[in-house]
């Protein structure tokens, strides 16, 4: 599959993606991307974020593909799980681990617990060795629960513009070639 003939929905995290995020320079560098806005990006409300990215979905007119990053991960989980036969792929960045999301009282306690079903759909799931919001024990076990391939992008913290990783050039190389297998 290229890019083009993809619906690309890219699903943010806690406090959205910034101006030098990956995603937002995803979505300006990808024709069929778009960045799935969120009513509060700093205080998320379970429900809502759901009903937004159902709403992007039942909206795409082609395969829908989601790029997520962080609890924008999880969301896609919850939304994969109520099911969505558009979902064509997953390709999910520093999803935080159920202790990470409970220590952040910002967040809606209703993103717990994480759903841990098979995904309907292929999915690649990039983590960190030194993510401070995501154990690589948790990652892995994850990546294993939902059928998703693991890449281990190493000590690279959060994966994000704070950890040093605005373009990232490596990730957007990986996305081209799992659009690839698809």
Not at 2 to 16: C, E, T
Not at 93 to 113: G, H, M, Q, Y
Request: charge should be negative.
């Amino acid at each position: 599959m290229r890019a083009a003939d993809a619906d690309i929905l890219i699903l943010p995290g806690l406090g959205g993606s910034g101006l030098e995020h990956w995603q937002t320079r995803w979505a300006k560098k990808l024709s069929t991307a778009r960045c799935v806005a969120q009513a509060d990006f700093d205080a998320p409300r379970f429900p809502d974020w759901i009903e937004s990215i159902e709403r992007e979905i039942a909206a795409a007119t082609r395969p829908v593909v989601l790029v997520t990053h962080s609890l924008g991960g999880i969301a896609a989980l919850h939304v994969a799980a109520r099911g969505s036969d558009k979902i064509a792929a997953g390709f999910l960045v520093a999803p935080p681990s159920e202790r990470a999301i409970a220590e952040l009282t910002a967040i809606d306690p209703a993103f717990l617990p994480i759903p841990r079903e098979r995904l309907r759909f292929p999915a690649l799931l990039v983590a960190s060795s030194d993510d401070p919001n995501a154990e690589a024990d948790f990652s892995r076990v994850l990546a294993q629960d939902i059928g998703a391939e693991l890449v281990d992008a190493g000590a690279a913290g959060h994966i994000n513009a704070d950890s040093g990783h605005g373009p990232w050039p490596e990730g957007s190389l990986r996305f081209a070639g799992f659009l690839s297998k698809l």
